[in-house]
Structure formats: C-alpha cells, structure tokens
C-alpha cells in the first residue's frame, strides 16, 4: 500500500503487511480496508484504506467503461470519508487494525486522502484514454477555466492534474499523435515524470534533428515543471542510457558522436543533472558552467547556482551537492536541502509537483542527518522531523543536534521546544506509571555526554512534560530556553564597565577585518562558543565565550552584529588561542564553511598549529622528525606534523602541525597516539604531560589560509604567540 508510504511508525509495519494479504476484490467496496489511525497524542479516526493491488486486479477483469464507473465509485468513496478525530478509546471496539502515524492524526488522514484521491483520478484518467469523446470533454473543460483572481490560488486541482497526466500516459500508447498534441499545450497541467518518460520514449534518439525538435516543442512546457519531471531530462536519461551501451564502440563511432552532441544539446533545456548524470561529477559541472562566465567570483557563482536550483527545483543528490559546491566554493547543501524542505512542507507537498522534490531532499536528509541538518544547523528542520516522527531520539546525531540547539545564540535557528516519542519501557509497570527519576535517566542517556542536555533536564525540569502515548510509546515535551546566558553575561558586562575585561578590545583582538570576514587572535582560557545553560552549570554569572563578546560588542555597531551564530565556522578548544575566522555575511559563511568544515568533499583551508609535547621516548633519535598521523576511525582525517626543536634537558619538543579537516581534539589525540602528548592535555596525555611551566594545553594556532569568499585570493592570516607560550618556551631555552 504505497499511499501509506512514510506516514505509519515502524512498529505499525507488521499490521500494515498483515492488512496487505487478508483482501479478496468483489467489488469497489472490498478493495477498501477499516483501520484506526492514532497519533502520538492518543487522537484517533477511522480510516478507509485503499488496496490499490485488489483494485488493479478488481479492474482488470472488467471492461473499459465498466472500470471506469468502478473508479469513480471508488473516489466517491474517498471523497466522501469524514475522517472525525476523537479518543482512541472511541474506536478500539470497533476495529482491531490500529496503525500508529508519525504525524498527528488530522495532517495524515488528510495527507493520505489526498494520496488516494491522486492515485485514483491517475486511474481514471488511463481508463478515459480509451474513449476519445471523453478526452475531448476533459481537455474543454480544462482549458475554458477561468483563471483565478488571487496569484496563490492553483488554476488546475490536483486531481484534475493526476487524471491529465494519466490521460497522456495511456494515450502514447494507444495515440502518440493525440497525446503529443495534448502534452505540448500550455494552457494545460504539467508533466509528470511519468507521462514526461512516455512522451521520450517516442523520439528517434538517432537522429539529432528529430531529438532537437522534440526538446524545442517542449520547452515551454518544461519551464512549468520541476526540472527532475520534465520531457527534457527523459530525454537526457535515454540518451546516456543508449552512450552507455555504446561504451565499448569507439569514441569516434559517428553514431556514438551524434549521441554525444544530441546530449549535450538536450543539457541546454530545462534538465536535472543530478538525475541525469547521478553519479558524473565532471557532467553536472559541464552542465552548470553554461549559466556562468569566467569572470565571475566563487561567491557570485554561488550565488546564480543557488537561484537556478530554487528555480527548477532540482533534486538533491549527494554527488550534485558535492560537486556544485566544490566548484563555486560555496555549502550550496544548506540552502538547497533548506529550499526543497520548506518546499514540501507547505500546499505543495499536498498534491503539487513539489511532492517528488520534497521526497527525494527527504531520502538525502535521512541517509546523513548529522551531516545534512546538523553540521548545516538546520535545527528547526531537525526539530521537525524529529517531531513527525521522521527521526527518532535514539538517532545517532541526536547527540550532535542537541548540542547545536544549546550554542544556538539566535531565536531563529533553535526550535522552540523538542516533541518526540520514546519506545516502550522494558516492563509493563514502568511504561503505566511515568516515574520522574525513570523518565529522567531515560532522556539523559539519549545524549550522555551532552552537557548542555543535562543540564537542561537537571536544572529545567519544568519543561519537561511526558504522557503514555498509544502502543507503550511515551510522548515526550522538552522546551528549549529562549535566553543564552553568555550573551546576557556579555551583555551585561558590556554595560556595567566598557573597559573591562569582557570588553571586545581587549578580550579580542583583531587580525584582519573586511566586510566579509573577521580574523580574531583568540587568547587562551576564553571559549569559542559555550552552551546556552553555561553560567548555570558553572555557577558562574559571568561566564561568556567569543560569539557572545562579539554579538554583546558596539565597536562596529551592526556590522559586527552580523557576526551572528551561522558566522562561526569553525572553533578552537577553550585553552587553545590563535587564528580565529568569523564570517560576517550569509555568503561568507557558506563559503568558509565549505572550505573548513569536516564534511566537505575536501577542503581548501589549511591549518597551522605549534604545539609543546612531553616527549615519551627516552631515545630522541628515535623519534621521526616528521610524519603523518591518521585518524582509525577516519582515514580522510590526518595531522601532519614535523619537529622544529627538541628541548632535551626538559624532554619537550616544539612541534609543527598542519590539518585541513579538523575534528574535535584532533591534533591532541593524535599526537598522544603517536607518544607526543601536549603539555598539560591531561585528557589525552595522562600524568605523564603535566608541567609547572604552563597552566593551559600547550597549544596555538598560529597561521590560517584560506580563500577569501568574496575576491576568491589566497590568504594566510598569522597570530602571534601568546603571552604565556612564548614565555614557555623562552623557559624551556
């Protein structure tokens, strides 16, 4: 039962199969199934569900017109269900088939029967193919349509749209000439994938002129679809398909050629690479240089790929994210999964051509949601999934999630509150009674290690709320406080004395600044970026980090105001000082972001450091001056170091060391992994690194290169040792 795809709970999918087998057609009312929809609030509502396998085999034994009138039966039928949303309670007696939805009651009764009522005037629109009076009668009647008055209203419903791409389907088969004529009208729906696949497979692929004329008959048509349904990209798909199989012929082959040039020709019009050439990198860069020239900066590049992906809706697949971005220099993944999200979201997702686009950015998201809405902080859009039941707590990002909402220092990325279900407790009597110290222990172990999450749940536990949800599920409510206490702190000691300590100018100072980017010499013991809940959990009212100094600042009024949460694109521990870069633009971010985050296909960015390790080998010469140290878990994520001087009476050596990707702790673990523990990192290091002569991880970031976002030149940014490492090291001399 495709039309059920993506609304019921896992634990639903054994009843939802058991319903599947139990159905014999007799008659339009056989191919109906009772069921009891119930969401996680406990509202619940009979629901008709139809067997679209029992009506295909009810149909097939009819003839045309007979199985015609049966479905329209049968959308009476569904157009006719009233759906009432009462306690579950109401209907258990009267049906022993519950599903449980990811998404409340009423959106999925009305989602479903919208699925319904689609796939049945698709159905109908194959069986009126067969009778070209009724054809005729349907295309009049959509074509003297007045053309509504207000601009969001759509001029066709979406039934009328399924039924007209089912009409020209089923006509290519029975009246190619009748159902071109049809599929080229303008002041007619668009395409579907489907249909658009029919009308393809009508071209002579052999003959260019024959192919060029197809495409240019269309391509009107094709601006009104989404570029992954257009007769355009079919076209493409068919003309790979056929190189493909001509891939052991010579290159030169003139029929190989010809295939080529007519591909080429067919990438002018309105097509999805990423659907086209899936996994081509090199074709989907090919197919976006022709919307750009050669004088353009990376930053404007991105700028004209973003707006042609929101224009045509393309699909996002990963190698056309990875690729697109690589080559403008931009994370064109934020925006993009961004756009075809909100896209589903709204009417459009409910019967309009968007469904396909919203369902493959769906599938993308969910193969990496740390990647795609985490690292992106798309946190709203995490927050929703998560609600829906899309994502489930236990997730592994979950952890990663919850620490973004926490360092969120704007209203507009965190979600307001977390609504999601847990599973069932291990006995009866536990799932019956909500036990606060059970239920508790229970959220915290979702993300242990998370500090903002515990204490979130520790010191706000007035906004946690919990109830029994149908099947053992516990609904869980968690309300995000508004207020980050670092900002206030900031804030507060920005205006009680602007000379102290917490002051911009002297807390941090400046490197480089544009209106692009600001590059901080970041000082040691001053965090990059603290959790909304820090002074709470230190007991400390003036605790603050880099960002909320920043955004607590007045040095450059609003323009260092933009130095907002998506501007920081990347961070140093709380002991580390050094090269700090803060975008100051959305486009700076998403291009820095691109360059210096650890997801990027690979990065542009390289990183400095100059690190002071206790030197575990009593032998020096053993030790190999340089080399490169990998990390077991990813083989992408490396540290190159080389020695610079060995410090023997004190058994230290000054080292050098370069990254590009940079994971949490990277240059720490790895240098303790390979016997060369920073000073004082007792964390990684042990005992055996801890000295008198530096109360911190001896570690600095001392250059940073990078490209620059807007004027695409390779800059390196240097900061001076800091106070107390320079003072180390004329120590250890």
């Known amino acids: 039962m495709h039309q059920v795809r993506g609304l019921v709970q896992r634990s639903s999918a054994a009843t939802l199969r058991l319903l599947e087998k139990n ?79 990811k998404d409340t009651t009423q959106h999925t009764v009305t989602e479903l029967r919208c699925r319904q009522s689609r796939f049945l005037a698709k159905t109908e629109g194959r069986l009126m193919a067969h009778d070209f009076s009724l054809v005729e009668a349907f295309a009049h009647r959509l074509l003297t349509r007045e053309i509504p008055q207000q601009e969001e209203k759509e001029l066709f ?6 039924m007209y791409r089912g009409v020209v389907e089923e006509l290519v088969r029975l009246n190619p000439q009748a159902a071109l004529a049809l599929a080229m009208n303008t002041k007619l ?24 004329s197809f495409l240019e008959s269309f391509s009107a048509k094709d601006e009104m679809s989404a570029a992954s349904e257009t007769c355009a990209t079919q076209v493409a798909v068919c003309l790979r398909n056929k190189l493909w199989e001509l891939r052991e012929v010579s290159a030169d082959d003139p029929k190989r050629v ?122 709203r859009q995490y927050a929703l999934l998560l609600k829906r039941g899309e994502l489930e707590p236990s997730h592994s990002s979950f952890p990663h999630f ?178 700090l870069v803060m975008a100051k633009t959305d486009c700076a971010a998403d291009s820095l972001r691109h360059q210096m985050g650890t997801s990027a296909a690979y990065s542009q960015c390289n990183k400095v450091y100059l690190a002071l390790c206790a030197v575990m080998e009593p032998d020096l010469r053993r030790i190999p001056l340089r080399g490169v140290l990998r990390d077991p878990m990813d083989p992408k994520i490396y540290t190159k170091y080389r020695v610079i001087r060995f410090f023997r009476k004190a058994r230290v050596a000054l080292l050098e060391c370069r990254i590009q990707q940079g994971k949490k702790h990277q240059i720490r673990r790895h240098l303790a992994a390979g016997g060369l523990p920073i000073l004082q990192d007792v964390e990684h290091g042990g005992a055996a690194c801890t000295t008198p002569l530096i109360d911190r991880v001896a570690l600095h970031a001392a250059a940073l290169t990078l490209v620059h976002p807007r004027t695409a030149e390779v800059v390196t940014f240097v900061a001076p040792l800091a106070i107390d490492f320079a003072e180390t090291i004329r120590q250890l001399q």
Not at 74 to 95: C, E, M, Q, Y
Not at 189 to 208: M, T, Y
């Open 23 to 101: 159905v014999t057609p007799h008659d339009v009312r056989t191919c109906f199934i009772d069921t009891v929809f119930v969401d996680g609030f406990g509202a619940a509502s009979a629901v008709q569900l139809l067997h679209p396998v029992a009506l295909q085999q009810l149909l097939a034994e009819l003839p045309k017109s007979e199985a015609l009138v049966c479905v329209q039966e049968a959308r009476r039928v569904v157009l006719a269900s009233k759906n009432d949303i009462a306690p579950i309670g109401t209907w258990l007696k009267n049906s022993n088939h519950l599903l449980c939805v």
């Open 157 to 162: 419903l979406p039934d009328e749209v399924a």
């Open 189 to 212: 729906p668009s395409l579907g994938s489907g249909a658009s696949a029919a009308l393809a497979a009508l071209v002579n692929l052999d003959v260019p002129a024959a192919t060029l």
């Open 258 to 379: 010809a295939l080529r040039e007519s591909l080429a020709t067919a990438c002018r019009f309105n097509v999805d690479p990423g659907v086209v050439f899936p996994t081509d990198a090199g074709a989907i860069q090919r197919w976006g240089s022709q919307f750009l020239h050669e004088e353009m900066w990376p930053m404007e590049r991105g700028r004209v790929i973003s707006d042609i992906v929101r224009r045509k809706r393309l699909m996002p697949r990963r190698v056309s994210l990875d690729c697109l971005s690589n080559w403008c220099l931009t994370d064109l993944e934020r925006k993009w999964v961004s756009a075809m999200l909100e896209g589903g979201q709204g009417t459009n997702m409910i019967g309009g051509s968007d469904t396909a686009v919203y369902r493959s950015a769906l599938s993308c998201v969910l193969k990496d949601p740390k990647r795609c809405l985490v690292d992106s902080r798309l946190l």
């Open 402 to 579: 919850i620490e973004e909402c926490g360092e969120c220092h704007g209203n507009d990325e965190r979600p307001e509150e977390l609504n999601f279900l847990m599973p069932p407790q291990s006995s009866p009597s536990q799932s019956s009674s909500l036990e606060s110290q059970t239920l508790m222990d229970a959220l915290v172990a979702l993300a242990p290690q998370c500090s903002y999450w515990r204490t979130l749940l520790a010191e706000k536990q007035e906004g946690v709320e919990a109830f029994v949800a149908p099947q053992g599920h516990i609904h869980v409510t968690v309300k995000l406080p508004r207020v980050h206490e670092c900002v206030e702190a900031a804030m507060q000691a920005a205006r009680s004395s602007p000379t102290s300590s917490f002051s911009f100018a002297s807390c941090l100072p400046v490197i480089f600044e544009d209106n692009d980017i600001l590059v901080l010499n970041k000082p040691p013991h001053l965090a990059t970026s603290r959790h909304a809940l820090s002074c709470t959990q230190m007991n400390d009212k003036t605790a603050t980090d880099v960002v909320s100094l920043i955004l607590a600042s007045t040095k450059n009024g609003e323009t260092t105001r933009g130095v907002f949460r998506q501007g920081q694109v990347h961070r140093l521990d709380a002991e580390t000082s050094g090269c």
